[in-house]
């Protein structure tokens, strides 16, 4: 790996070039791609409107900082007000770096409020980030190991447990936010229930707090909607965003409404590389084709195609758990660590994660084909059935 810090247990192949939701390694060998980059490549890969826009803007102008207006971060955030309901967007570059901003955003809420040491309500088996604070919000004791001190300030109550937060709330007079992830990806795709969400949302208003929704993994349209809280149809006081956001460009956002909006004022946060105009530009493209394609319906079918075609496939497989998600946001829970299955497909010309140790993560572009889809399933499923098989005779 050269003189790379040695921070990633890479997968033994470089790729070369992609189409679609294939990519071709430097060998020459074929790849059917169900991570997409860990959901950042939207639109699959080498997708023509995405890389015209990106083009035309590069050779027009890539970055000219904060310090001036900058068009296309003024017309993405009226679209992503537009598709969310919120009221302001702050620009950035990521996902750790867009839930920072919530995090400093709910803190000066609490100071504004005469507050002088808040507390945020974060949930276990979550993941906000590899900052400082975000790890300290994340809720993960190997990926916080060894980085002690952690930041002070988060209080850790078990996901989906509405009495749990009511709990916390009946004795910490520090509390200003909730801060969750409607779909939990590293945590094993573990979803939030709708009640749950609606019942966040009637205690944070009741209480005064600030409900921030971690969307950067599962938002832009992944789990067949723009965003994962409009299922249960509330609307969140702060909403982070990054990954899908920008097709493959670094993008991220930290948008607010309600009392949450209208805190922050120049100097009080920023960014330099943040919103700069071929972010935006790859950001505002990425959204027009998700619309004018369909995408979001087709998340939805696709999807469904997927977690039945496995259902039907593992049927009766003894040590499959479950098999569950949201669109094209899906895990496959075993009984047992699987973390060697990610090579396994490799080697069989299948891109896919496993996170928690035991959940096969699929997280497909949003035009992933019926095809592609099929294929998915069928050598997804031989994979795990030989895999058990050993297991089980071993």
């Given at each position: 790996?050269?003189h790379?810090?040695?921070t990633?247990a890479?997968?033994?192949?470089?790729?070369?070039?992609?189409?679609g939701?294939?990519?071709?390694d430097?060998?020459?060998?074929r790849?059917l791609?169900?991570l997409?980059?860990?959901?950042?490549?939207?639109?699959?890969?080498?997708?023509p409107a995405?890389?015209a826009?990106?083009?035309?803007?590069?050779?027009?102008?890539l970055?000219?900082s904060?310090?001036?207006?900058?068009?296309?971060?003024?017309?993405?955030?009226?679209?992503?007000?537009?598709?969310?309901g919120m009221d302001?967007?702050?620009c950035?570059?990521?996902?750790?770096?867009?839930?920072e901003a919530?995090?400093?955003?709910a803190?000066?809420y609490?100071?504004?409020?005469?507050?002088?040491?808040?507390n945020i309500i974060?949930?276990?088996?979550?993941?906000?980030g590899?900052?400082?604070?975000?790890l300290?919000?994340?809720?993960?004791r190997?990926?916080?190991?060894?980085?002690?001190?952690?930041?002070s300030?988060f209080v850790?109550v078990?996901?989906?447990?509405?009495?749990?937060?009511?709990?916390?709330?009946?004795?910490?007079s520090?509390?200003?936010?909730v801060m969750?992830?409607?779909l939990?990806g590293?945590?094993?795709?573990?979803?939030?229930?709708?009640?749950?969400?609606?019942g966040?949302?009637?205690l944070?208003d009741?209480r005064?707090?600030?409900l921030?929704c971690?969307e950067?993994?599962?938002?832009?349209g992944?789990?067949?909607?723009?965003?994962g809280?409009?299922h249960a149809?509330?609307?969140?006081d702060v909403?982070t965003?990054a990954?899908?956001?920008g097709?493959?460009?670094p993008?991220?956002?930290?948008?607010?409404?309600g009392r949450a909006?209208?805190?922050?004022g120049?100097?009080?946060?920023?960014?330099?590389?943040?919103?700069?105009?071929?972010?935006?530009?790859?950001?505002l493209?990425?959204?027009a084709?998700v619309?004018?394609?369909?995408?979001?319906?087709?998340?939805?079918?696709?999807g469904?195609?997927?977690?039945l075609g496995l259902?039907?496939e593992?049927?009766?497989?003894?040590g499959?758990?479950?098999?569950?998600g949201?669109?094209?946001?899906?895990?496959?829970?075993?009984?047992?660590?699987?973390?060697e299955?990610?090579?396994?497909?490799?080697?069989a010309?299948?891109?896919?994660?496993?996170?928690?140790d035991?959940?096969?993560?699929l997280?497909p572009?949003?035009?992933?084909?019926?095809?592609?889809a099929?294929?998915l399933?069928?050598?997804?499923?031989a994979?795990?059935?030989?895999?058990?098989a050993?297991?089980?005779?071993?």
């Amino acid at each position: 790996m050269s003189h790379l810090m040695n921070t990633y247990a890479r997968q033994p192949v470089a790729f070369s070039h992609g189409q679609g939701s294939w990519v071709t390694d430097v060998g020459g060998k074929r790849y059917l791609d169900a991570l997409s980059g860990i959901a950042v490549s939207t639109l699959g890969h080498n997708h023509p409107a995405l890389v015209a826009a990106i083009a035309t803007q590069a050779s027009r102008l890539l970055h000219t900082s904060n310090l001036y207006r900058v068009p296309e971060q003024e017309a993405l955030s009226d679209r992503l007000a537009a598709l969310s309901g919120m009221d302001e967007v702050f620009c950035c570059n990521s996902g750790c770096e867009a839930n920072e901003a919530a995090i400093k955003l709910a803190r000066f809420y609490g100071h504004r409020r005469g507050i002088d040491s808040p507390n945020i309500i974060v949930m276990e088996h979550a993941f906000h980030g590899r900052t400082m604070a975000t790890l300290s919000a994340t809720g993960n004791r190997k990926t916080q190991a060894g980085f002690e001190p952690l930041v002070s300030g988060f209080v850790r109550v078990p996901f989906n447990d509405l009495p749990a937060v009511q709990a916390v709330a009946g004795h910490n007079s520090n509390v200003v936010a909730v801060m969750l992830e409607v779909l939990q990806g590293e945590g094993g795709i573990h979803l939030a229930d709708p009640d749950y969400l609606r019942g966040l949302r009637a205690l944070c208003d009741e209480r005064g707090w600030l409900l921030i929704c971690d969307e950067v993994q599962c938002g832009i349209g992944r789990t067949g909607k723009w965003f994962g809280y409009q299922h249960a149809g509330v609307l969140p006081d702060v909403v982070t965003l990054a990954k899908g956001l920008g097709g493959g460009v670094p993008i991220g956002a930290c948008l607010a409404s309600g009392r949450a909006a209208g805190l922050f004022g120049p100097g009080n946060h920023g960014s330099t590389f943040g919103g700069n105009p071929l972010a935006c530009t790859a950001a505002l493209t990425t959204l027009a084709v998700v619309e004018q394609e369909g995408l979001i319906e087709h998340a939805v079918a696709i999807g469904e195609a997927i977690r039945l075609g496995l259902q039907s496939e593992l049927a009766g497989q003894t040590g499959v758990v479950d098999i569950r998600g949201r669109g094209l946001m899906i895990g496959v829970e075993l009984d047992r660590p699987c973390g060697e299955l990610v090579k396994r497909a490799l080697e069989a010309g299948l891109l896919i994660n496993v996170t928690a140790d035991s959940v096969v993560r699929l997280l497909p572009a949003l035009n992933f084909s019926a095809d592609e889809a099929r294929e998915l399933v069928q050598r997804l499923a031989a994979l795990i059935s030989a895999f058990l098989a050993e297991k089980a005779a071993s």
